[in-house]
Every structure is written in structure tokens, then in C-alpha cells.
């Protein structure tokens, strides 16, 4: 029996040994072209089931899509078409995201994005709103430092891969994650460089990025180009977030402009593919030779992107791309469909909790001022909260409306009726669990903070606070940089500002440390922290239930 044993373990052995040396001698196609496929997203931001539900395709209709579960489906497609086949995300994969995704620290996105097979993504702003640390858990994994695993089950971390070329940790000098990585089909090296936009730190809480700095995002490109051409490699595609604003539908792009075409225009001609986001926008373009795109946000669109690579050369030859919806009109995958139920039950006895009621729809659409009727709402309930003087004492309240996500809408979004808010409704208005923070600023400082609202003071395009009852103000639109605004036509309760009086100011935490590049105020003293922005929404709706839209009224633009 033993030598039958030992004969069965050489036979095995032969087996294996022959085997290799076939596989060695089986020679790599050197002439000829390759195919291959990369199907990219951006700007999923957790949206596990796809919130916002709709895209608008090119006959102006809008179609339903969106959720991980037909996004898997889709990618899986995909894939049959070529075995070739990357699967990348151009950053905010996770951070800004819904309640069944954030209330587990965005676990359940990245092992959504484990179970679909995603290979790349280079990192975004949001995936910095917890901080590099927390950002470095995602990639290896480890239950949350506070709050433990709250599924119960472990986290294993990202089985792909986070990329941040630009993003230099300043204790070693290195990136914080791999500045590229390279996929190899029949001995061809493509290169992904991945990296995010480099104004990251005024758009971040400034503890999210504690002890990093951010490079220019062409420049961190072009110094790659000899070292990835010393290695091979003639394919080079660029995973940035960072985009910009075309016209025309999903698949088009028109009239593109915006920090991604600088970009775009000052990379090195090796580059063959920059694959985008940040905007929001989907986009179909070639800029300077290079196919570049994005696909819009929330998972709602996948872009497909075909390219043809000489195998002598190793270079890219021909390359398309198609901005495809994301349609529900396919079998959800199963496993997905599993993990997104799992988390469902979990957090469905506080997402489905009604915390008042609205009459009519309120809307982050901004007038022509820059106001919104939800901007309006947010800021009176900050204001609310913080008007006892053991609370603060504010009087006036601003609110950034980047941090106002999506729209309250008055019918029912799922078996809560119409009109009802639940939890899970404010939770995806306001995600990101800021605190807030009353200060002292004199009139001179409330005037300095409304004109770095605007272009060429502070700002790449303008950026208009929302504004609480009781306080108001004009701007003209034809004003120089840092003097469109009036200092006597400020209000609060109708009295004009004093600029050398003090008053009590509520913003969130992010711009109280001057996000969004409002450094005016960093100036404000006597500070005291409150209440969670969310917890703020809660009481106003309990206060002044039913809510109606805000009134849209408190700032006035003159040209």
C-alpha cells in the first residue's frame, strides 16, 4: 500500500512538472492586436440601492437605474464579452452615503464591490471624511476602533485595490496607497495611475486629511510616464477624481468644460484614457487624443470603454468608449441581492422611523441668488437648536450646501405614505454626521465669510450659504472678487450689521475649520460645540411639524 502510495505521488509530481513546461512553451502572441475592456463608475457614494433611481437617457426620458444588485448583473454581462476585462471606480466609492451603507462605516459598499470584482479604485474626497486611518482600514480591514463590527460578522477589508498617487503622507514621503498598478493580458502591461482632485483639502474637513498633501494632479501623471515606459508599459490610463460640466445627454460631450479639461491638456501624450468624476456628470469626450469620461454618480451608469492594443507595440491603437444606463430590467444578482437584504433588515427599525411631516416638496435647487428652499429649512433648524444662550446664543445660522445631498420629496419613497419623513430621508439629506459649532464673529468677519462665497475669492466656481430666518443680504453679480457684497445691506432681524459688533454664528464643524475654503471662519472665538447637524433636523421637524418649503426670500443677487 505504501508504494502504491509513493508511485500514485510521482506519477503526480511528472504530472505537474509536464504540465509547467507546456504552459512555458506555450508562446505569447507577439503580432497582431488585443482587446481589451474596461468597465468603469465613479461617484457611487454607497448608494447600495440606488436612492435617486433615475437617469435621463437621449430622448429626454427618464429611466429608472441604479442598485448594486443590477449593477452586478450588468458588470457580469459585460464580462462574457471579453475575458480581457478591468473593472475600475474613479473615486467616492464610499463617504456622503445612505444610511443602510453608512451606519456600518461603509462596510457593506466595499463588500458589495468585493462580490462584483472590482479591481481599482483611486481614492476621492469623500473617502477622506473619516480620515486617512479609517481610509487605511478599508483597504486591510478590522472592525471599527469604536464601534466594533455592528454587523457581527468581521470585516475583511478591500479585495481590490486603493490608489492614490497624489496624495503624499508627509511622515515618509509616500503615497498613501500605490501610485499605480499594472494588469497584464498576453504579456501586454496596462498601467492604472489613480489619484484625486488636488483642491481635496479645502473641500475636507481639515482633520480628514491631518498630515497629507495633495499634488497637481498632471504634473503627478507626467513623472510617472518614464518610470511605467522603463517597465514596458505603452497603455497608460488615468483613474482621476476630478471632472468637469458638458451639455448634451450621458453619451455626449458637448461644450465640456471645467478642471478636468485643464487636466486633460497638460497630461503627457502617453496618457491614452482618463477616466473621471467629482461632477456628478456623465460624459462621453476626446480632449487632446485621449478618451475621457465619466458616469454620472450613484451607480446609475456604467461606462464601457473598448480598446485595441498592438501586441508589437504594446500601445493603444483604437479605443471607444460607451456610457451605458444601468437598467433594472435585468435579473439582480443573487448575491448582491443577499448582502443588500442582510443590511436592509439590519437597519430598517431606524431608517423606517417617521420624524414628521412635509407639505410639498423641498427642494436643494438653488434661485437665482443661490438659495434653496431646502438650504432655507437646514439653516433654521441649526439656528433653532443653538438660539438659547445654553446653546449657544446664535442668531444667525449658514449652512454649506454641498453637505445638502438630496431632496425631500413628498410622496412616499417607501411604505411610510405620503408626506411622512423617515429617518432614513434626513439621514440622506445630511450624511455626514457633522456637529455644530457657535462662535462670535463681528459684522466685518460675517461680511468677509459671504464674499468668499464667490468666484475669485476663495472659490473655483460660487458656492452660495444657506442662510437662516432672520437674516439677509444682497450681492451683485457684476462686482469685483471679494466685493460683491454690501456691508450695509446685511440684516439680521432687520437691523444692519455693525461691523465692529459681535454675533453669535452656528455653522456645522466642516466650516467651522474652514471648509469649502471659507477660512473667515477660523477667526471666530469663543466656540462652543452642539448638537449633531441630523439630530438638528429631527427637532425642527418635531417642533414645526408639518414643515413647509422654505421661502427662498433671505438672499437677493442684483446684477
Known sequence: MANKRLLTSVILILFTITMVFQIAATPVQTSGTMDVQILALNDFHGNLVGPTGTITDEFGQRISAGGVEFLATHIKNLRQTNPNTVVVSAGDLIGASPLISALFHDEPTIEAFNLIGLDFNAVGNHEFDDGSAELLRMQIGGCH??????????????????????????????????????????????????????GTPTIVTPTGVAGLTFLDEAETVNKLVPELKSLG????????????????????????????????????????????????????????????????????????????????????????????????????????????????????????????????????????????????????SQLFVTTDPAFGGAVVALMNPGGIRQDLLYNQSG??????????????????????????????????????????????????LQVSQGFAYTWQASGLACEKVDIGSIMINGVPIDPSAMYRVTVNNFLADGGDNFVALRGGVDRLGGAVDLDAVEDYFSAFNPVMPGPQNRITMVP
Open 233 to 380: 508599459v505603452e497603455s497608460i490610463v488615468v483613474l482621476v477624481h476630478e471632472g468637469g460640466f458638458p451639455t448634451g445627454t450621458y453619451n455626449q460631450c458637448p461644450g465640456i468644460s471645467g478642471p478636468i479639461v485643464d487636466i486633460v491638456n497638460n497630461l503627457d501624450p502617453a496618457v491614452d484614457v482618463v477616466i473621471s468624476g467629482h461632477t456628478h456628470q456623465p460624459y462621453n469626450c476626446n480632449i487632446n487624443g485621449m478618451l475621457v469620461t465619466s458616469a454620472s454618480s450613484f451607480g446609475r451608469v456604467l461606462t464601457d470603454i473598448d480598446l485595441t492594443i498592438d501586441l508589437a507595440t504594446r500601445d493603444v491603437v483604437s479605443m471607444s468608449a460607451n456610457n451605458m444606463i444601468v437598467t433594472r430590467d435585468v435579473a439582480p444578482d443573487g448575491l448582491l441581492s443577499m448582502l443588500v437584504n442582510k443590511y436592509q433588515t439590519l437597519v430598517a427599525p431606524l431608517a423606517n422611523r417617521i420624524v414628521g411631516r412635509i407639505t410639498a416638496d423641498i427642494l436643494r435647487t438653488q434661485n437665482a441668488a443661490g438659495e434653496s428652499a431646502l438650504g432655507d429649512v437646514i439653516a433654521d
Open 415 to 464: 411604505g411610510e405614505g405620503d408626506g411622512n419623513v423617515t429617518y432614513n430621508e434626513i439621514f440622506t439629506v445630511q450624511p455626514f454626521g457633522n456637529s455644530l459649532v457657535t462662535m462670535t464673529l463681528t459684522g466685518e468677519q460675517i461680511d468677509s465669510v459671504l464674499e468668499q462665497q464667490f468666484v475669485g475669492c476663495g472659490q473655483t466656481s460660487n458656492r452660495i
Open 145 to 198: 476602533p469604536e464601534d466594533g463590527c455592528l454587523d457581527g460578522d468581521g470585516f475583511d477589508g478591500a479585495k481590490f485595490k486603493f490608489l492614490a498617487a497624489n496624495v503624499i503622507r508627509n511622515d515618509t514621503g509616500k503615497s498613501l496607497f500605490p501610485r499605480y498598478r499594472l494588469k497584464t493580458f498576453n504579456g501586454v502591461k496596462i498601467a492604472f495611475i489613480g489619484m484625486t482632485l488636488e
